[in-house]
Each structure stands twice: as C-alpha cells, then as structure tokens.
C-alpha cells in the first residue's frame, strides 16, 4: 500500500459508495506533474511590462548549507512528489534520502547494491538506481523502501546511468559493459526492450521537446527515438569522449561533457538538427554531472572543484562557484530552487542555493513621465513608462544594455556592467537632453568622399562616433551638452584631405564647419639586409641623395610617382638597384635592397654623381588614381578586386590604383551575402577615373518544414514583425544573411519547440518543427482489489479511431490522452466487478473537474484523476447477508482498508 510523507493511508482518505466503481474530476498536483513544460513562455515586451518579476524566497540562514551521506555519492536526483533529495553512494552501497524542505537527512541508507546513477520517476513516484549490479533497484518515494529489483541482463556492469521519459512513462539504463541500454516499463517495472548504443554507454539525458533519448558512448552520441525505441541516424560526433549529459528544455539544447585530450569542456548540440552548434566551452576541470534551472536558463556543471555555471542561451561561462573538492551529481530541487551538488571526497551534499535571486533596480532620470524606456538584462528586454525597472538577479557579473528612447534624449552608460553579491543592486541610469549637430564641409572638391570621427574627451558618444557622405552633403546626428573634438579625412581622385577641430554644444543645436586641407606627403621605409653592420648606404629618390648607416631610413616623400636607385659599398651588389615608387599619400610603404658581393655601383656619397636626376633609374610614366567606389556594404566589410593583374582590399568604401592611359580589365572578389557587378573594364585617359560598385544584400530562402500536424491543417512561424502561415507542412521566408529569432504560434491539440534562433550564412536555410499531439495525464486509482492484483483499463474514441489497454499490478494506471470524449471499460481478475460511471471520459485540457488554480497560467499539461472502486463478487450469499452489509457500511459511514 502506498502512504504518502505524513504517512496517513492514501486509501483510508477516499469516500467511496456501495459497490460502484466512482469516478471523480480531480486536477493532479505538482506531485504529479513537477518537471513538466507547461508550454511556451512569455514572449512579448507588453508582457513582460505588464506582469511584476516572479522573485524567488530568500531561505533564511538556518538552513545548512551541508549534508552527510554516505561514501563516495555520485548520482542525486530530486523528487516533485515528497520533496526529497536521493544520493546514490557508490562507495557505501546505499541511498541518502534529503528532505529538500529543511536540508536534514531524512533516510540515512536505504541498501542497494553497486549505487550509481538514479533517476526519479513522476509518473508512479518511484525512484530507480542502477550501478555496480546487474540489477536496478526501485525505492517507493512515499515509503522510501525498496519495492523491486528490475534485472537489466548483463552480468558484470558499472557506471550505469538512468534517464526517465516523462512521455512514455519509461526508464532508460546504460549498461556500461554490454554496450546496451536496457528499456524498463515504470508501470510493471519488466525490461520492454534493449537498445545497443555502442561501446560504454555512461552518459544519457532524455528531451522532452523532441521525445528522444541521447547517451554518450565511447565515440559519439547516440540519439534514441522514445516513440519506437529506435536509434536514430549514424550517431553525432563530438571529437571526443562524450560524458554526463543534459538537457535545455528553454532552448532545445543538449549539453554534452567532454574531457578527451583535457580539453575539460561542454559540448552543445541543437536537438532539431542533431548538430554540434557550440564547442569548447572551457569548464576548468574534469566535466561530470549537470543540470539546467528554468529561473534563470542557467547550465550548472559540475567540473574540477567548482561548479561551473554556463548561460544556456549565449553558451558562455557565467561564474565557477567553488563546491568541495570533487563535485560529482547535480541535481536541482524546484521546489525551493536550490542547487544541490554531491562531493564524492568529503561525502557531503552541498546546498549552493545559487537561483536565489536578489532586485537589480535601474532607476532613471531626466526623462518626461510616461516616457519608454528599456534595459537589456540576460536574455531578456525589460520595458517600462516609470522611473524604475525591477530585474531579479543571480550572483554574478552581468551586462546591461539601455535602449536609448526616441529623439530627444541620451544615457552616458548605455551598457553598465553589474555586479550581484548577496545583496540588492540599484543602477542609476542617467538620461540628458540630446540637441541636432549639423556637420559641413569645405575643401574637398566636386564628387569627393569624407569621414568624420567625433568624441567626448576622445571617449565614446552614445550614438557612435563615424559619419560619413560625399561633397556638399551635410552630417547630422544627436549629442548631449558638453565639448567634443572631431578628426576628418577625404579624397577627390588621387588627392587626399584631413581635417581636425572641437565644437559645443549648450542646450541647443548647432552647426559645425569642417575645413579640410590637401594631404601632399606620404612615407616610404627603404630598408636593407646583406651589408656589414654600421656600413652606409644610400638611394637616390625625390632628386636627392639621402643615406643611412644603419639598417633602414624612413623619408617622407610627395606623393605619386617617384624613381629611385640604390647604391652602397664598393663590392656589392644592391637588389633591386632601381625601381619606380608609388608613394602613397596617407600611408606608408616599405622597400627592401638586398645587398650581395659582387661588385655593383660604389655609393657615392650626396653629390648625385652616377645616379643625379634619377639618371639610370627606370622612367616612371604618368600615371593617374583609378578609384572604385562602393556603397551598400556594412561598416567594415572586408572587399577586394583585382586591376591589371593587381589585387588589392579595403574595409573602407574605396579602393585605389594608379594606372598609366590605357584600358584595364577588372574583377571583383565575391562577398558572401551581396550581389555586385562582379567584372568590366576601366578606360585611363588623361585624369582619374572613378567607379562605383553598388553591393546590394542576397535574400535566401528560410523555410520551416514541419511534420506531425494533420494535412491541411493551419500553422505559422513570426520572424521580428512578419508572420508567415501555411496550410501545407511548409513557410517560407526571403531573408538575407543574418541571424533571425523566430517564434511558432501555438496549433490547437498540439505542442512543439515555440521558438529559437537559425543563422542564414549566405545560402538558403531550412528548420525542422515537430509537432506532437497534446496530451494529458489521466490516472486511474483502484480501490477493493488485493495488492498485486492484475488489472486494466481499456480506453477508445470512436470518431479516431483511438483505443489503448494498459494493465498494472499496483493501484494506479496512467494514460497520456489527447483531448476528446472516450468510453472507458476494466478488466479485472475473475471473483471481481465493478464498473465506472457510464458518462464519457472527456479530455479537455483542463480537467474534467474544470481548469486548476494552479495551472492557470499554463496552456498545457493538466490532469485527470479517475478513481476506480473494485468490489469482489460473492460467489455464495443470501440477499438478505448482502442488504446487511450494505445497511452496516451507511451506518459506519465508511469502510476500512481490509476490503468488503
């Protein structure tokens, strides 16, 4: 008989009537449903500006933060229904039970053999062990007493691990030596099937978003199909030895430990398209186990001697937070969100409680009332029209982000760091006036391009610091009170100009003329290798002689087209002794002379003899700048082409070349993402030459194929403020390269991942959505029926064509219903009857009893609960003994546990 934690009979407490079987509506509870997705989140902006944050308690320090279990803990798993925290000590052979209310060790050792990994079942609130046996145990979570041992087959095992699937009401155990993964039915608790997985299964975690199991091996992971117990696909390689494993219901992420080779990391795979989309995130220490708290879509994995916290969303590392001196299991109690850590070294349970959560107030001024304002705060914008935005915090360093308002008004701290320790946090967020600041300039000639950088003090302005146009376009932009400098350059065919001043601003808007002036000079460095050290050399270049003893000299030159020769001791040799120099106006260039023995030109001295004038240095012709201009690539773009055999790149809008009259050939490097005119020729002809290249962004197609919904049925997918929709199994979206955040509106009757990211990267993209019927527990409880009893229920729906048995030898049964009306029939053993209320079962979705208090918020899984009154028929009585026994039952009121 099964007694809940008071201890009180779970029978004892139910009125029944007479013989009949009763059927009541009750709505199931936590107990029932703790862990399961109650659909998808909060999404919007007014949402979250119109509900206050959902702050956590604050536990008082009484409670301590340790727990004595037994030696060498490994496994930790928490129980929804009684509240308890399960230890599975390897080294003792036992399991600690911890009352997850008051953090004392309720069950000092319950025995079972070989413990290691454990796993809580919320579907008949048992708890399974599995280890160094060729058995796995199964504790009552209401009398914490071990009521089976489930043979898995192998006879040497180790390491073994247990994952529960919430929908099928399955338990999955790695069986480390036979390679297998053995299938137990959480209802008769007898192995269903065995699943080979690959050499040393350890690792295994179970999805709820898509229904299948994934567990390591010694090469790669192998995803298991919970439907038809099946391995799907070839395995995923994470290029090491896959360890724990867990699962991010927020995101639809699997997290995979990795320590092949030390590199001591998370691995993370997409559970959509069963691909690796992050590696290498650095834990600092030997990965083990893990697990994921919803509060705040935070991974905590257990690594080294800390437990290292990872965002679930960015999956980067938040904090490691020190936990003993070899962290094992991890497991999280939400009920008092706490995270509970096992110490294999100390034999200790340590209580982190890390998800307490402490006010982070970002209180503004300056702005009129009423004005929106935002802040970006872990993975979520948080909007408000009052002075104060309340966020709920963990410990830790987080950026903020302050969305600037409308026109009118800026913040010198758009992006604050903060710092949670223990205690409440209050950011001030200053707003000032903004005023109009109009740029012009003068100097540059007709169709000649210009950039300016403004700053503060040479610090940053809150609404960036480069503007850029061409000739006689005027730059505006927003600043608050206060002096600002500004640097500017520009270029008109091979001429470049640079410009520099301050300008204030004092509650108004001003206008700033920029003057710019030609850049006439550029630097050439001639450096040499070959001659002794401290031997003079020298090159002729700009109509003079200049010389070194040492090994390069820099000289600032006119720019354009310049010979030059080279010439050093008697007895060498320079390489190259002449060439013609392109010196560029707002840069540098350098030119290597390699000097060999050999004889050559003596070095001269500065009198030019044997080289004045540029005599015996090669004639530079006249040549002019050709400039290719583009537009329509993001602010610092890398681009390139090549011209007459030259190849040349830029992040800039411009690309120069000097060429002599003549026709060139041109090609353009692709950029992935844009489309251009790619090639074509450019006429030289007495003067400089401009062409515009105009990059405009390629669309691709994004399209969402979903499967699991009926045919014709009706569904769509949001993309930032477009809303596409299909009555076939796909939508489409024209995207260029970017990374998009999308959203699956909810479909009557079915449930699925409802949002996520997908990166478009210069090609067309496609998401896979699953959808799966909506079901609901519905639990049938039997009364009157000696324990072990074998019983079933059958439950149909004609106008489906849905029917489904199940039996049980326990007093329960639960079945997972879609919603509709079904007619419901048992079967139990011979000397039995009863019978249930002949009203149809109906599965609404919220109960049949009507919809919960407790899930009133939550457009998904709700409960039925049907209780089932057996009476054993007499095979030999008098009427007269049985009216009796009916009038002695009214007249005590009830009757006790011993039967009729």
Known sequence: MRR????????????????????????????????????????????????????????GSSLPSTMEVGQYPHGIAYDTSNGGIYVANSGSGDV????????????????????????????????????????????????????????????????????????????????????????????????VANITVGGNPSGIAFDRGNGCLYVGNTVNITVINGSTNRVVGPGIATGGYPGEISYDPANGSIFVGSAESGANSVIVINDSSNTVVATNISLGGYPRGSAYDPTNGMMYVAAGQNVTVVNGTTDLVVTRLAAGFEPFGVAWNSANHHMYVDDVASGQVLDLNLTR????????TGL??????????????????????????????????????????????????????????TVPVVFSPSYLVTFTQTGIPQFGFWNLFAANNWGSIPNGTRFGGTEGTSFTFYVTNGTFEYAGLGDSASQWYSAAGEFAVNGSGTTVSVVFTPITTGHVWFNETGLPLGSTWGVFV???????SSKSMLLQLTEGRDPFVAAGPAGYLPTPSSGCLSVPSDGYQAVLISFSLGGGARYRGQ???????????????????????????????????????????????????????????????????????????????????NVSLTFTPIAYSLTFNETGLPQGTGWAVVIGSTIESSLTSSVSFQETSGTYHYVILVVQGYE????????????????????????????????????????????SNASTGFNETRSS??????????????????TVPTGYAGGASSTPLTVDGRGVSGPSPHFALAASRTAALVLLEWVGVLAIGAVAVLLTLVSLRRNRGTRSNGGV
């Open 752 to 795: 699925t991942n409802y949002s996520g990211s997908v990166i478009v990267r210069a090609a067309n993209q496609s998401v896979q959505i699953s959808f799966r019927i909506q079901t609901f527990p519905v639990v049938f409880v039997e009364f009157g029926l000696p324990a072990g009893s074998n019983w079933s229920v059958t439950v």
């Open 542 to 548: 700009g109509g003079s002689w200049s010389n070194s």
């Open 368 to 425: 009129p009332n009423g004005s929106g304002w935002s802040v970006g705060f872990g993975p979520t914008t948080w909007h408000s029209r009052s002075n104060t935005i309340v966020v709920p915090s963990v410990n830790g360093s987080f950026p903020a982000i302050i969305t600037q308002p409308a026109s009118g008004f800026l913040t010198d701290t758009p992006d604050p760091l903060v710092t949670v320790n223990g205690s409440a946090v």
């Open 357 to 364: 959560s402490f006010n982070v107030s970002f209180v503004e």
């Open 809 to 826: 030898t326990t007093d329960s049964i639960t079945l997972f219903l879609p919603n509709g009306t079904y007619t419901v029939s048992f």
């Open 4 to 59: 809940d934690i008071a201890g009180s009979s779970l029978r004892s407490n139910r009125q029944v009537s007479g013989g009949a079987l009763v059927v009541v509506g009750v709505m199931l509870g936590a107990a029932i449903l703790g862990g399961l997705s109650l659909g998808p989140p909060l999404s919007s902006s007014s949402a979250r500006e119109s509900l206050p944050p959902a702050h956590l308690a604050l536990l």
């Open 96 to 191: 600690t039970v911890i009352n997850g209310s008051t953090n004392q060790v309720w069950v000092s050792s319950i025995a079972v053999s070989g413990a290691w990994g454990i796993a809580y079942d919320s579907g008949n609130g048992d708890v399974y062990v599995a280890g160094f046996s060729p058995n796995v145990t199964v504790i009552d979570g209401s009398t914490n007493e071990v009521v089976a041992n489930v043979s898995i087959g192998s006879a040497q095992t180790g390491y073994d691990e247990v994952a529960y699937d919430s929908l099928n009401g399955y338990l999955y155990v790695t069986d480390y030596y036979g390679g297998n993964v053995a299938v137990i039915d959480g209802t008769t608790n007898h192995v």
């Open 607 to 689: 009198n030019g003899t044997g080289g004045g004038n540029g005599t015996g240095g090669p004639g530079c012709s006249s040549v002019y700048s050709v400039r290719f201009i583009e537009s329509g690539l993001p602010a610092g773009t890398n681009w390139s082409l090549t011209l007459n055999g030259a190849l040349r790149s830029s992040t800039g809008p411009i690309l120069a070349f000097n060429e002599s009259n003549g026709s060139y050939a041109y090609n353009v490097t692709p950029v992935p993402g844009f489309a251009t005119s790619m090639s074509g020729l450019v006429a030289v002809n007495g003067g400089a030459t």
